[in-house]
């Protein structure tokens, strides 16, 4: 059984950074993509990024290139967000999903993904 636990969220200023880690378990992840999404209050969960793991390649939504950069860490079985220059907009629940059947480089739809963490909140303050 796949588990995925965040951690490292939490309230910061905007400009400010915060590293987001998901801890894998059950598998190893090196065939799958995984992702983060976002979800704000009253809004749809949105993809932020994700990361074939196997190639290391990364892919973002538009708002958050430049300040966001999704890495993982084989020994460690952990995908990361590093987030800079953050906005208040940034301000979400932050999910961390595996997708283990990869369909084309990585998608962006929620219901590709398999499985999911609990969640992480992000608040970044004005």
């Known amino acids: 059984q796949v588990q995925l636990v965040e951690s490292g969220g939490g309230l910061v200023q905007a400009g400010g950074s915060l590293r987001l880690s998901c801890a894998g378990s059950g598998r190893t992840f090196s065939n799958y993509i995984m992702g983060w999404f976002r979800q704000a209050p009253g809004k749809e969960r949105e993809f932020v990024a994700a990361?074939?793991?196997?190639?290391?390649?990364?892919y973002y939504v538009d708002s958050v290139k430049g300040r966001f950069t999704i890495s993982r860490d084989n020994a460690k079985n952990t995908v990361y967000l590093q987030m800079n220059s953050l906005k208040p907009e940034d301000t979400a629940v932050y999910y961390c999903?595996?997708?283990?059947?990869?369909?084309?480089?990585?998608?962006?739809?929620?219901?590709?993904?398999?499985?999911w963490g609990q969640g992480t909140q992000v608040t970044v303050s004005s």
């Open positions: 999903a595996a997708d283990q059947n990869p369909r084309g480089p990585y998608s962006r739809s929620y219901s590709a993904y398999d499985y």
């Open positions: 990361i074939r793991w196997s190639l290391g390649l990364t």
